[in-house]
């Protein structure tokens, strides 16, 4: 609002009330408008991969379904644009739903897993809720994962199967400044831990 414009100062700690002002009219940046269906739709999604059971599992967050009306959940997993698997759940209601969410697994084993030195090795999927006869009533958002799988044995650490190291530091570019917490601040940070042998932060 222009009457938020501060009032100029002539000299230090020495400022003069007055009407703020500008040169420009309307909005600055950009505007993103999101909409969403006025029935059921999909909220959260999260996805859950597990190399030692070669399995995916989809953790949907639903809302305004209802409880006497057959849905399910279609999965569409893409790499690069292309797509890879399709996934369906089995029918439910409103009435399955545990806190507001529904969740299935499928059995799946992808040829790339997402792994210390493959980052890029990623997918994206997109839910669609849909009713009987595959009406679609609404989609989700992309939603991007790594398949790989994290644990810990006793006092060892294991990712997609084979132990790991990990040699931490702290990352505090953000609390050092502003020119270290941009993208090309932090990415030479980590470049330089990397060449010493850093490998988690």
Excluded: M
Aim: charged residues 30%; hydrophobic residues 35%; neutral net charge.
């Amino acid at each position: 609002a222009l009457g938020g414009v501060p009032p100029p100062y002539h000299r230090p700690n020495s400022g003069r009330p007055g009407k703020g002002s500008g040169a420009g009219r309307g909005l600055c940046g950009d505007v993103h408008l999101v909409s969403t269906p006025a029935g059921a739709r999909v909220g959260d999604v999260k996805v859950d991969t597990s190399v030692r059971k070669r399995e995916v599992k989809f953790d949907v967050a639903l809302e305004r379904l209802a409880a006497d009306t057959e849905y399910s959940l279609h999965a569409r997993v893409t790499a690069d644009g292309q797509g890879v698997r399709e996934f369906r759940s089995r029918p439910f209601k409103g009435t399955d739903l545990h806190e507001g969410r529904f969740a299935f697994k499928e059995e799946w084993e992808p040829d790339r897993l997402w792994d210390l030195h493959t980052p890029r090795n990623t997918y994206q999927v997109t839910l669609s809720l849909e009713e009987a006869g595959e009406r679609v009533l609404d989609t989700s958002f992309s939603v991007r994962f790594g398949y790989r799988e994290f644990w810990i044995d006793g006092r060892d650490f294991y990712l997609n199967g084979s132990r790991i190291f990990l040699s931490a530091v702290p990352l505090d570019n953000a609390q050092i400044g502003a020119a270290l917490a941009g993208y090309e601040g932090a990415r030479e940070s980590l470049e330089r831990l990397k060449s010493f042998g850093i490998n988690f932060v």
